[in-house]
């Protein structure tokens, strides 16, 4: 069973940056972040794959940036210039799935707790 641990939420204000991070328990080949706020569906973030491509929700590109540290088993949200719609609770997800799968795919094996996100205005 992987696991995974979210830390870095916090509270901030519209235009600020957090950084999240996900420790996992072991190398996962397709990582991603998702997030859900109260009343609404759950939404891709992002998605990293294991030859490093990336995806981005369409509501985030180009302020957000996913990465991962290999060595530390760690996946990072980089979140810039955050807006009140932002708000959410942010779920770390890992799978085995292939770069295609990984860039697509949202049902994913393995999930962390989640780290709460507010930005006020």
């Known amino acids: 069973q992987v696991q995974l641990v979210e830390s870095g939420g916090g509270s901030v204000q519209a235009g600020g940056s957090l950084r999240l991070s996900c420790a996992a328990s072991?190398?996962?080949?397709?990582m991603a972040w998702f997030r859900q706020a109260p009343g609404k569906e759950r939404e891709r973030v992002a998605a990293?794959?294991?030859?490093?491509?990336?995806h981005y929700a369409a509501s985030v590109k180009g302020r957000f940036t996913i990465s991962e540290d290999n060595a530390k088993n760690t996946l990072y949200l980089q979140m810039n210039n955050l807006k009140p719609e932002d708000t959410a609770m942010y779920y770390c997800?890992?799978?085995?799935?292939?770069?295609?799968?990984?860039?697509?795919?949202?049902?994913?094996?393995?999930w962390g707790q989640g780290t709460q996100v507010t930005v006020s205005s």
């Open positions: 997800a890992a799978d085995q799935w292939g770069p295609r799968l990984c860039l697509l795919q949202d049902e994913f094996s393995y």
């Open positions: 072991e190398y996962q080949y397709c």
């Open positions: 990293i794959a294991e030859d490093g491509s990336t």
